[in-house]
């Protein structure tokens, strides 16, 4: 069997960590020949919303739109345990002021954005920015405050920027210290089982190999890391490729559940009967 897959990931250091064992040949891909797609992680929910790729990483809050078409894996999940997105801002403000605010936002199918809606609890004036241009689009007075992920969360400082909350810490504090669900991996239902499966264990074997080999999968990390040295790249890896991205583990999958669960109840996604993963 030789059949051609389509795996989209965000081109940043930690999907490139999960991802070096395949893309690399460093893992059996089951006869299937894996080509990567490479693109920000809202252009991913938007494709997906398509159905155009076979295997991809998307946010969870994507995901509630997904369901019909997409099952998702077990493993790869990105989930800030304690920490998470951040807003910024170039001045200190409440979370009160915040709302009355213009916020650039990374898209608005990103979990960051569901997650800012329930902490803000009301609605707000938003501008949807590349999430690699929001630090600056802050500093220049484009925007009042940002929504920054990816290694803007280490980065916002070098800005002149202030941390005005943490999403990962406010939701941690909400629900007993459960992890921020942020993104995922899903793969297409039409595949079939048996493909499913198989994808997912490649998956699951290619971020074990990172794990296990660690310093290998951080040097092939690093050239997607964007005005990060070394140290800082290690952290970002390490805040978002752990234990939690080899299996959600009961407290990532109730994390899940709660997270898309508020999210309907906010009426922001549609409800899902029953989260089901593929093991």
């Known amino acids: 069997m030789n059949r051609r897959i389509t795996v989209g990931h965000s081109p940043d250091p930690d999907d490139a960590f999960m991802f070096h064992g395949i893309a690399c040949g460093k893992v059996d891909t089951a006869g299937f020949t894996i080509e990567q797609l490479l693109e920000d992680i809202e252009s991913l929910n938007r494709r997906c919303m398509e159905g155009e790729i076979e295997v991809s990483a998307v946010s969870i809050h994507a995901y509630a739109h997904?369901?019909?078409?997409?099952?998702?894996?077990?493993?790869?999940?990105?989930?800030?345990?304690?920490?998470?997105?951040?807003?910024?801002?170039?001045?200190?403000?409440?979370?009160?002021?915040?709302a009355k605010m213009t916020i650039a936002i990374?898209?608005?199918?990103?979990?960051a954005f569901l997650a800012l809606q329930l902490y803000l609890g009301k609605p707000f004036e938003?501008?949807?920015?590349?999430?690699?241009?929001?630090?600056?689009?802050?500093?220049?007075?484009?925007?009042?405050?940002?929504l920054v992920i990816h290694e803007g969360q280490l980065t916002y400082g070098d800005f002149g920027l202030s941390l005005i909350g943490d999403l990962g810490v406010w939701w941690g504090e909400q629900h007993d210290g459960l992890p921020l669900p942020l993104g995922g991996n899903v793969v297409r239902k039409d595949l079939g089982e048996e493909t499913m499966r198989t994808l997912t264990r490649v998956l699951r074997d290619s971020i074990t190999y990172?794990?296990?080999?660690?310093?290998?999968?951080?040097d092939y990390a690093i050239g997607f890391g964007r005005g990060l040295d070394r140290d800082l790249n290690d952290e970002f890896v390490g805040m978002y490729v752990n234990d939690l991205t080899r299996d959600y583990g009961k407290r990532g999958r109730r994390s899940i559940e709660l997270f898309l669960a508020e999210g309907a109840a906010a009426g922001l996604v549609?409800?899902?009967?029953?989260?089901?993963?593929?093991?």
């Open 270 to 279: 549609p409800p899902i009967d029953g989260l089901k993963f593929v093991d």
């Open 106 to 111: 990374p898209g608005t199918l990103t979990s």
């Open 66 to 98: 997904l369901t019909g078409n997409y099952a998702l894996m077990h493993c790869g999940a990105s989930m800030g345990d304690g920490y998470g997105p951040r807003i910024v801002a170039r001045q200190p403000v409440s979370p009160a002021d915040l």
């Open 126 to 146: 938003y501008r949807v920015v590349p999430f690699d241009r929001i630090l600056e689009t802050v500093r220049d007075g484009e925007a009042d405050a940002g």
């Open 210 to 218: 990172g794990l296990d080999h660690r310093k290998e999968a951080l």
